[in-house]
């Protein structure tokens, strides 16, 4: 196998990469227009869906938000760099991380069913503590900024590897062609068009793989012979070093980007209750099987002898630039460019209908509950313009992406344990969970800098946890979780019980 014989597929040219980041966009306009005409009446509609979603479309909303860029290219770059043990750490923790969130899911749909954010259950769990709610609600503004982000980062990748596209041009058309259909529809239009392009990534992902490995000369057996005398390592699925270089730290990450993570609280709060725990049960479980198939992708590139250089400086390009080199017709590539776009749409969908959630609750209703539903209806929809305006700067600035990303995950690694505790234990308080967040920070930065990811990860877990620990002895209490129910929601205030009547989207 020689990288000299890889060559670019004919045809891939920029006018149909463009034609592909908008006719996509434009597809899912379409049906987003027509569900805001069916189902999108007013601001609980919008970021709530009446809490009326069913079985299938939960469970492949949730597989699709989880399925982002970094699924489905990270997953063959880190298979790539570190062979079989990079696939095992990256997909692992990924599915678990869904599944683990049922007891937590479970507990607040039963105490708290009216909730929307998880910001707001804070307030509600710590006594309207305005210190606990602002720092939770930051860490959720910043987690889906990043969402956003990394995935028109990861369209960029795909668009400017297969057809040359300037990266800059690539990211703003994207997301032009997702914020205009998810400014209409909200979480209904992010969760039936996510679930349609869970259909355009799971099918079409084993099919392309199994043509790429049909295109290497030999197939597979060939591949694993090679990747085999390249490195045995590479066909270990538990290397020890993958482990401590990144796979542990990834799989706090991991755990706190779900828990800390409105997109999912946003979905566990409009899922029809009967259906929340299978829901997210059916979806860590049916996720695995996509970065897995896409993983190996990662085996070609050490079998042609491949290193980042050949493919741009960015090991996310490894997927991309197989597909589009290896001698594939031309609608197969057009295939893998459409999943990929799909993935990444869906998530950046998702994490702005999260975001308006989170703008609706925790800003304007904490900083200004008596405004009309007209207004709050526009400021919701506007604030996911906002969201993936900002994310686009953020890209276009250049800024260090893994500074960025591993600072980001640091934030949410120290939330973690809080959370965790602040949902089950009831005699964490508020003490507690603000020490707790603050110190992991202001410790295990520091820490982190100087010692490495691992070490740096450790000690941020364990100083949030023994934090919230001693802050109960030091101030015994306990919560009655039946408070919550007491909690006043967005669409249960109607005439001195709702401040938002149910007003047409036209008269809005």
Known sequence: MDKTALALTPGLTPALGYALLVGLGLATLVLALGIKRALVHNTHDFIISNRKIGFGFGVGSV????????AVMMTTAMTFEWGLSGLFWFVVPNGLAVMLLIPFTRILRQKMPNGYTISEFTKNRFSQSGVATSIVTLTM???IILEILINLKGASVVMSTIFGLDW?????????SVLIYSYFGGLWTSVMTATINLLMITVPAAIIVSLAFDAVPGGAPAVVQRVGAVDPDYLSVLRPEAAAGFGITLAFGI?????????FWQKAWSIKSEYVNRTFLWAGALFYPIPICLGVLGLIGIAYGLNVSDIGGDSAAIGPYLISHLGLPLVVVIAY????????YSTIDGASSA?????AIDIVKRFAPLTPEGRLFVLTKLSSLVGGIIALAIVLSGVDFTTLVLT????????LLPLILAILWPRTNTIGFVGGIVLAIAIGMPVRHVYGDLIGTVTIVAVSGLTVVLGALLRPERFDYDRLHTAVSLDERANGE???PAVPVGQA
Request: net charge negative.
């Open 63 to 70: 597989i699709s938000v989880w399925t982002w860029s970094m």
């Open 498 to 500: 709702d401040l938002l």
């Open 255 to 263: 755990f706190a980007a779900a828990i800390a993570d409105q997109t």
């Open 337 to 344: 460019v459409l999943m990929v776009l799909a993935a990444c």
């Open 408 to 415: 980001t995950y640091a934030l949410k690694t120290s939330i």
């Open 355 to 359: 975001l308006s959630s989170i703008v």
């Open 141 to 143: 503004i910043f987690g």
């Open 168 to 176: 800059s041009y690539a990211a703003a058309v994207g997301l032009v």
